[in-house]
């Protein structure tokens, strides 16, 4: 009777312990996503966030409207010809560089306020960019224009010595057809004039974008 009892009772237990594992695997959740489907939701949401992101806003617009201006700004302020592939270099007026950056920074400044530490850190940011703008790149720029004027120079003495060597055609005509390196970019940094006018730019760029937004 003990041994009939204590087979019922365990018999009790692995039936309830069964259909509670039933009613377990039943109730786990599903398998979460896959990756692919997780990154394309969280895209998808990314996306809608930086429309209405504005310091994105005003830092894209005034580097846009800059670089857009600048085949204009050329011919009015430096009596250039008229060329929109000014549009995709650097250099010129404004300075885009300036404008975005200070654009970001006063963006930040209106929405944390001027004591935060965020936007002393875009502060510090534009101050560098700024600084590089008008120095390091400025200088490269030089460097360039005066090593394209010696490269020409060579070239020219180097075709002027071959042409009056009337026995050596054959090395004339191997020289000339050589491949010629492209000149190097001289248009790559700012004046402080420039550097000045793209930070106003960036910070009324910013104005209007908080005024209408």
């Known amino acids: 009777m003990l041994k009939h009892c204590f087979v019922s009772y365990n018999a009790n237990d692995l039936y309830l312990s069964f259909s509670n594992s039933k009613f377990n695997l039943a109730s786990c959740p599903k398998k979460p996503p896959r990756l692919t489907s997780c990154v394309v939701n969280v895209g998808f949401q990314d996306i809608a966030e930086v429309i ?61 306020g001027f004591a935060d530490s965020i936007f002393g850190l875009t502060v510090v940011y534009a101050g560098l960019i700024m600084y590089d703008a008008q120095g390091v790149r400025r200088e490269v720029g030089k460097h360039a224009k005066v090593l394209n004027k010696l490269t020409a120079n060579a070239r020219r003495s180097e075709v002027m010595s071959l042409k009056g060597n ?34 106003l730019f960036g910070f009324l760029v910013t104005f209007s974008v908080y005024s209408l937004m």
């Open 166 to 199: 009337e026995s050596n055609k054959v090395l004339q005509s191997d020289e000339i057809s050589e491949e010629v390196a492209p000149p190097l970019k001289e248009s790559i940094g700012h004046t402080e004039v420039e550097v000045i006018a793209g930070a």
């Open 52 to 112: 209405h992101n504005k310091v994105l806003i005003a830092a894209g617009t005034s580097a846009v409207i800059g670089q857009l201006s600048k085949p204009f700004t050329s011919v009015v302020l430096y009596g250039k010809n008229l060329d929109f592939r000014s549009v995709f270099q650097a250099g010129g007026f404004p300075s885009t560089h300036s404008s975005s950056v200070v654009a970001a920074a006063t963006a930040i400044a209106f929405e944390r």
